[in-house]
């Protein structure tokens, strides 16, 4: 039995080493802090990435908190368009999301597929939530009273999430 092994292609992503503060791509602001992202499975470089410094994940955060205010005014049609608009993006690209995911978790084709469908599928099923989102009246044991609940953003929240399925994880 011969096993044909197929030089990798050059990463699509291999450019991606920026954060996204503020509306723009930019490098990270430590001096000393890079990482290196590497294919677990052949310990091929991905990606060099400049580290964040405190004040670019306080910035973020600051940039993060001020869009949160438009997005929770905005109406349930603009958000059901934009994560709608997000699961369309991850359709048309889907077979170079699974290479990267390959690539960035160094799995199989098989999962990196699952990964996949469970990230887009999430989005899909998300730009419907706009539109249910929705108060209640609830009883309380006041006689003749009742209590309106309303559902209202939380706010800007940080994740660190596994390495083993980023695109999903992250969505």
Request: charged share 25%.
């Given at each position: 039995?011969s096993?044909?092994?197929?030089?990798?292609?050059?990463?699509?992503y291999?450019?991606?080493?920026?954060?996204?503060?503020?509306?723009?791509?930019?490098?990270?602001?430590?001096?000393?802090?890079?990482?290196?992202?590497?294919?677990?499975?052949?310990?091929?470089?991905?990606?060099?990435?400049?580290?964040?410094?405190?004040?670019?994940?306080?910035?973020?955060?600051?940039?993060?908190?001020?869009?949160?205010?438009?997005?929770?005014?905005?109406?349930?049609?603009?958000?059901?368009?934009?994560?709608?608009?997000?699961?369309?993006?991850?359709?048309?690209?889907?077979?170079?999301?699974?290479?990267?995911?390959?690539?960035?978790?160094?799995?199989?084709?098989?999962?990196?597929?699952?990964?996949?469908?469970?990230?887009?599928?999430?989005?899909?099923?998300?730009?419907?939530?706009?539109?249910?989102?929705?108060?209640?009246i609830?009883?309380?044991?006041?006689?003749?009273?009742?209590?309106?609940?309303?559902?209202?953003?939380?706010?800007?929240?940080?994740?660190?999430?596994p390495?083993?399925s980023?695109?999903?994880?992250?969505?």
């Amino acid at each position: 039995m011969s096993t044909n092994i197929v030089p990798e292609s050059p990463p699509r992503y291999a450019d991606f080493t920026k954060q996204y503060i503020g509306g723009e791509w930019r490098e990270g602001r430590s001096s000393s802090h890079v990482i290196e992202d590497t294919n677990p499975f052949n310990g091929s470089v991905i990606a060099r990435i400049r580290g964040a410094s405190v004040e670019d994940v306080s910035e973020a955060y600051r940039c993060a908190e001020r869009a949160q205010l438009g997005w929770a005014v905005s109406s349930p049609r603009e958000r059901s368009t934009i994560l709608r608009r997000a699961a369309d993006l991850i359709l048309r690209r889907r077979d170079e999301i699974i290479e990267a995911s390959i690539r960035e978790v160094g799995g199989v084709r098989k999962f990196a597929e699952i990964v996949w469908y469970f990230a887009w599928s999430i989005l899909d099923t998300a730009s419907t939530y706009p539109f249910r989102a929705a108060g209640q009246i609830v009883p309380t044991d006041s006689q003749g009273e009742e209590s309106l609940v309303y559902r209202e953003p939380l706010g800007v929240i940080g994740i660190i999430s596994p390495w083993n399925s980023p695109i999903n994880l992250t969505i």
